[in-house]
């Protein structure tokens, strides 16, 4: 699905992303993780074409796709989420997600289509689809959702999650973290899923890629990044036991 190779981003004297590379299969959940500055949403601001990378290449099904727009890089199937959601308050939650489907598609629907594909997206993320139902309704947990849905209305392959559980609490964690899991299975979207939580994020992913001041320091299954001592040096620390308990939990 795609392929990073060498990907390098630079501002100024300041080397953010530094010759990062990874495959990532079709279907895959791949957790990115790493200490704050790492470089993670560096990165996925590279895939998605909000920045151009200083060198390196990124290829989507084949297709090289550095050097290419935002939006042509979301109509090849390439959504993506925010870590602070920035909805259009004056438009219901429906209108908001149709809004994504309507301009986000490269064959773009009909505005009944669009709203259609909004209400199913809607559906998958637990929302309300609803005409009255209004943006300022939800609470934290709701507009991380809505972000989501969002992005799944432009119907990705492949989708780029940041943070998507800041400012929920635990029951709500695990609740998100089963929903993408199930989102995978019922769209079969490739997702890279970027997240400081490590025992919800753990409990999905299938491999994980670590980085640390804009390197790979390792990557593999979550079992083996979980015990990697310059993993557990740089990012997991104190949290390292409960995180492999959570992984141990996982594997049975």
């Known amino acids: 699905m795609l392929s990073v190779s060498r990907l390098t981003k630079r501002f100024g004297g300041f080397t953010a992303v530094n010759e990062v590379s990874f495959e990532l299969a079709r279907g895959e959940i791949l957790g990115l993780i790493g200490p704050n500055g790492s470089g993670k949403s560096t990165t996925f601001n590279l895939i998605a074409g909000a920045l151009a990378p200083s060198a390196g290449s990124i290829r989507l099904q084949g297709r090289e796709i550095v050097g290419e727009p935002a939006n042509r890089i979301a109509h090849h199937g390439v959504a993506r989420t925010f870590q602070i959601p920035r909805p259009f308050r004056r438009l219901s939650v429906v209108e908001n997600v149709a809004l994504a489907a309507y301009y986000g598609q490269q064959e773009r629907p009909s505005r009944e289509n669009a709203f259609a594909q909004a209400r199913e997206a809607l ?99 979550p079992q083996e990044v979980a015990h990697d001592p310059k993993v557990i040096e740089v990012y997991l620390g104190s949290d390292a036991e409960d995180v492999q308990a959570t992984v141990a939990a996982r594997t049975g």
């Open 123 to 221: 559906a998958l993320v637990n929302l309300p689809a609803e005409d009255s139902a209004r943006v300022d309704g939800l609470g934290a947990a709701g507009l991380k959702k809505l972000e989501l849905a969002r992005a799944l209305a432009t119907r990705p392959q492949l989708l780029l999650a940041d943070e998507s559980l800041g400012g929920l609490d635990e029951t709500e964690m695990h609740q998100a973290a089963d929903m993408l899991a199930a989102i995978r299975a019922q769209r079969g979207i490739t997702i890279i899923w970027v997240e400081h939580i490590m025992g919800a994020l753990m409990r999905i992913v299938d491999r994980c890629l670590v980085l640390d001041h804009g390197e790979v320091i390792a990557q593999g299954p």
